[in-house]
T-cell receptor, first 114, second 114 residues
């Protein structure tokens, strides 16, 4: 069964460093998403991506964040200068249709900023 | 604005007894609603979905949910809990025809006692 894969599963970084979280969405999916879950809090939408551009982003997704689909299979989230409060589980998701349909999630990357 | 409220942060049941996880939604339009499950150290897995077809929706592992528009509810039930059902459950809404982002409830942690 096709699945969304994320690497690494756990990343520890120093405050101020750049990190790149990687995702391989399901191959015939067209819409891609990043969500995050700070420990003990709800899962929050960060950004959606379709046709090589951001289609929607939340207030959380400020200039420190960027997304890219560099090669037609990977979908990456970059945090330019990490802060302590960026520590969270980051989930990548994808789907075929975008609207009114479920998303398929990866297992997440736990980012710890020290 | 669309939102979901999960009325219980933690539910504890005995193995073999019924499970009820409560969810109320707020949406200006006909929403699509989902329940996702997250087992420890695993990703988010879709349990079931409502997308304006039958109001009683059956999902995996014996779970089902009923969409009640008059009560703006989408409660998750299972007739008989199994130990393997212990996990975090999320009620999720995606606003109709407004893009693919998902809005998560706060989550309900289900414990199953032997």
């Amino acid at each position: 069964e096709p699945e969304v894969t994320q690497t690494p599963s756990h990343q520890v970084t120093q405050m101020g460093q750049e990190v790149i979280l990687r995702c391989v969405p399901i191959s015939n999916h067209l819409y891609f998403y990043w969500y995050r879950q700070i420990l003990g809090q709800k899962v929050e939408f960060l950004v959606s991506f379709y046709n090589n551009e951001i289609s929607e982003k939340s207030e959380i997704f400020d200039d420190q964040f960027s997304v890219e689909r560099p090669d037609g299979s990977n979908f990456t989230l970059k945090i330019r200068s990490t802060k302590l409060e960026d520590s969270a589980m980051y989930f990548c998701a994808s789907n075929r249709r975008g609207m009114n349909t479920e998303a398929f999630f990866g297992q997440g990357t736990r980012l710890t900023v020290v | 604005a669309q939102s979901v409220t999960q009325l219980d942060s933690h539910v504890s049941v005995s193995e073999g007894t019924p499970v009820l996880l409560r969810c109320n939604y707020s949406s200006s339009y006909s929403p699509s609603l989902f329940w996702y499950v997250q087992h420890p150290n695993k990703g988010l897995q879709l349990l079931l979905k409502y997308t304006s077809a039958a109001t009683l929706v059956k999902g995996i592992n014996g779970f089902e949910a009923e969409f009640k528009k008059s009560e703006t509810s989408f409660h998750l039930t299972k007739p008989s809990a199994h130990m393997s059902d212990a996990a975090e459950y999320f009620c999720v809404v995606t606003p109709y025809n407004q893009g693919g982002k998902l809005i998560f409830g706060q989550g309900t942690e289900l414990s199953v006692k032997p």
